[in-house]
């Protein structure tokens, strides 16, 4: 693996087959940038072809998990085209994607917060355990935007139909405790417990036969999708790009137009 900027991956020197991925930006409570998707991508692309890693965590550095997608966050360069466009739109859902096609089994090491994106990230993991003070949060609709990244059938999947509505659509903020509850967290752990709860996990996963634990994986990851697939998403990077185009809209709108200027659409 190289080295990255907004991301650090290490390989475990005690137990061979574990990869540690951080999330390293924690000026930004490890807000997910573009830069931040490029390199997670390009470390699950690696991945893809590394067959002596095993088991993945992945955690946040500092005080936090992810505060989720840094809002107004973009490529400096301007969009070639529509085709162009639609793609950028959809960075989180093709970082997501990913996470969820490892053939590593993975687990989401929850520190502090967890919010937006950082929680459909966590919905991509096998198993995920968080710190007693950590607490999630999904306020893409507060925030007016849909949530996407596919994150809504994986939600389903994990917490049911009505309180995946409730927490989507209300925007309520959730503790580990209540995770926990809900069944979105396997284990709660004080916070000073957390890695090493993780890695004691790692270890009983690494003692595994790796063919019947990759095999299990496969079949497991199979049956969720049946259960709510995630192709019912397709439309995902549509729903982003009409709501970038509503905002721009009501940005518009509610700037007093001077005189003679054409009135903002409504």
Partial sequence: ??????????RDK???GLMTITLNRPEKLNALNVALHDELQDACHKLESDFETRVLILTGAGRAFSAGAQIGDRRESTPANDVDRRARASIGGKTSDMLDRLEQVTIGAVNG???????????CLDVRIASEDAWFSIPEVELDLPLTWQALPRL??????????ELVMACERFTAEQAER????????????????????ASRLLSMDPLSLASTKSACSALANMMVPVEVTWSDR?????????GALRAQSSQ????GSRRALP
Avoid: C
């Avoid at 917060?113 to 919905?123: H, I, K, R, T």
């Avoid at 389903?156 to 509505?165: C, D, N, S, V």
């Avoid at 809900?182 to 996990?201: I, S, T």
């Avoid at 007093?256 to 005189?259: A, D, I, T, Y």
């Fill in 1 to 10: 693996m190289p080295k990255y900027e907004n991301i650090i991956v290490t």
């Fill in 14 to 16: 005690k137990l061979p």
């Fill in 113 to 123: 917060l967890a919010v937006g994106g950082a929680v459909v990230f966590l919905s």
């Fill in 156 to 165: 389903m999947r994990e917490l049911g139909p009505a309180r995946t509505k």
């Fill in 182 to 201: 809900w069944g979105f967290v396997n284990h709660v752990y004080p916070a000073d417990q957390l890695m090493p709860e993780a890695r004691k996990l």
């Fill in 238 to 246: 549509e729903m982003m790009l009409l709501a970038y185009r509503q």
């Fill in 256 to 259: 007093k137009p001077e005189v």
